[in-house]
């Protein structure tokens, strides 16, 4: 492509998608992510970069999901995904946002030095997946996204509504015929197929019930889930709540996020005590379960809980068929449970790694070990396997002894029923489901591994968001100077006490994570912190409450 072509570049953005904000956007957690009217000319040149890194992947396909995932209705955001279906390149990241932040004017000029600067050869072909979530402004954001894909002369493939893990898998597809049909019902056949072909391999025994409630946040993952339900057959009763009518709002009362920060039940799901519930966000990218007791009383099972359950079968399946050499590890973020840590560690043996939050810090950490799981405690996690494991693996399948080859079977389809791209909450619903059927376990029995720490979670606004750094996995706050030694100082009196403390990269607040031998004190010392928060790093609005 000719440099004088993208004169059209600056045409396309001052017609239809200019930029009517000065208010400075960063590529954070997971892409950008802000109230939708904000975001129209961001998501039109992330068009035009998907183009320019597809270009610099040899025209590699490079997805573009449309989505605020688990933010409230009115946020929507986009993130950029890779060609193996992973998130986009870090190194990236800084590029992103200064494209999202130049002026119109400029915008001619900034797309030719980012063309030279990462050496992207324009005469390539260049392909984009284009994905979006339930939100009412994503068709219009989604537009954008084609309209930017289309000025530097790339081909975007719009695939409607769908998850984003479905998304990221369709580009790991497109790119890697050997992974799947890069289709939405390519995604079914792929993990649903492989689900119904393990349950068939599995006698449903002891606590395990078939039905499963499932709260579909009022987003995309229940509305796919129904379109799963139908072909099911009986290994599996779903019972679908919060699929986006009668009202029901986005994430609101509803959803992953809620259930586990808030640790209470979501709204619109039909109360039975002891039934287990699965509870996803708005994107389907993230699953927490929980059941109520014949008291009410909640019991989270979460992202934690989840690992260390896959984990542990994934470690019994490796031993049953005597593989050698194929090394587990479990990657967390600081917001893991400090229980489910010493589970891990003392009880599974199985080493343990802790990273910064966001999936793309997860997934690069689980790529050093041969089968990495990695989650995050809010739910967002999957397993990935290394070549060298699954070649180990179909070996024992096609010529170990006759138990050998029994597990290394088993291991192969749930392989298969796992979104190795990035965290999925279909396709982790159905690993969790497989294994509480091989273990004939109910939710109550699944909560019984280990003992949870209570723990708090809150948010502070405050004037910029970025006045705290931190170090250390996110567990040490360097800026603003004194805070760490006041939260240390709030963290001493408290038996198993311990607080932390970050800004978020996917909305505007300060988090506080807080954890200590019992509920009202976790809740405590989550409420201090947060006060110190609000005092030494700019608070606005009310201070927080003891
Ligand atoms: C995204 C990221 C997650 C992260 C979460 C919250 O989730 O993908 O890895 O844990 O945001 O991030 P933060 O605390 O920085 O706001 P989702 O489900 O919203 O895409």
Known sequence: MPPSSLRVVYAFAREMHPKTSDVFIEYGTAGFRTKANLLE?????????????????????????????????????????????????????????????????????????????????????????????????????????????????????????????????????????????????????????AFKNIRQKLSVWGDYDTTLYVDGANGVGGKKLNIIKKSLGGELDLKLYNLGGNGGKLNLNCGADFVKVSQKAPVGVEHAPFQRVASLDGDGDRLVYYYLNDTDKMNLLDGDRIATLLASYITELVTASEAQDIRLGLVQTAYANGASTAYITKHLKVPVTCVKTGV??????????????????????????????????????????????????????????????????????????????????????????????????????????????????????????????????????????????????????????????TQESADKLAAEVAQAVFDQAGGVGDRPTL
């Not at 290394?386 to 096609?398: E, F, H, N, V």
């Open 360 to 517: 793309k810090h997860l997934h690069h950490a689980a790529l050093s070990y041969d089968i990495g799981v990695y989650f995050e405690a809010n739910g967002h996690g999957t397993v990935i396997y290394s070549d060298k494991a699954k070649k180990i693996i179909r070996k024992i399948a096609q010529e170990g002894e006759p138990e050998q080859r029994k597990a290394a079977q088993l291991l192969l389809d749930f392989v298969d029923i796992t979104n190795e791209t990035v965290g999925d909450a279909i396709s982790d619903l159905f690993l969790v489901e497989t294994v509480l059927c091989a273990r004939g376990l109910s939710a109550a029995r699944w909560l019984k591994a280990y003992d949870d720490l209570p723990c708090r979670q809150l948010k502070v606004t405050v004037k910029d968001r970025n006045a705290i750094s931190t170090t250390d996995a996110e567990r040490q706050c360097t800026a603003p100077e004194g805070l760490q030694t006041r939260i240390n100082e709030l963290v001493a009196p408290y038996k198993h006490g311990r607080s932390f403390v970050r800004p978020s990269g996917t909305e505007d607040v300060v988090r506080v994570y807080a954890e200590a031998d």
């Open 41 to 193: 000319h961001v998501v039109y040149r992330m068009g035009l970069l998907a183009v320019i890194r597809s270009r610099v992947k040899n025209g590699r396909t490079i997805g573009m999901m449309i989505t605020a995932s688990h933010n409230l209705e009115p946020d929507n955001g986009v993130k950029l995904v890779d060609p193996d279906g992973e998130m986009l390149e870090q190194s990236w990241e800084e590029i992103a946002t200064r494209l999202a932040n130049v002026s119109d004017n400029d915008l001619e000029s900034t797309t030719a030095e980012i063309i030279k600067q990462v050496n992207a050869d324009m005469s390539l072909k260049a392909s984009v997946f284009i994905g979006m979530d339930t939100r009412y402004t994503s068709p219009r954001l989604a537009a954008a996204a084609a309209n930017g894909v289309i000025a530097l002369k790339g081909t975007p493939k719009e695939f409607g509504i769908v998850t984003t893990p479905m998304l990221h898998y369709c580009v790991k597809c497109r790119n890697d015929n050997t992974y799947g049909t890069p289709t939405e019902e390519g995604y079914y056949e792929k993990i649903v197929g």
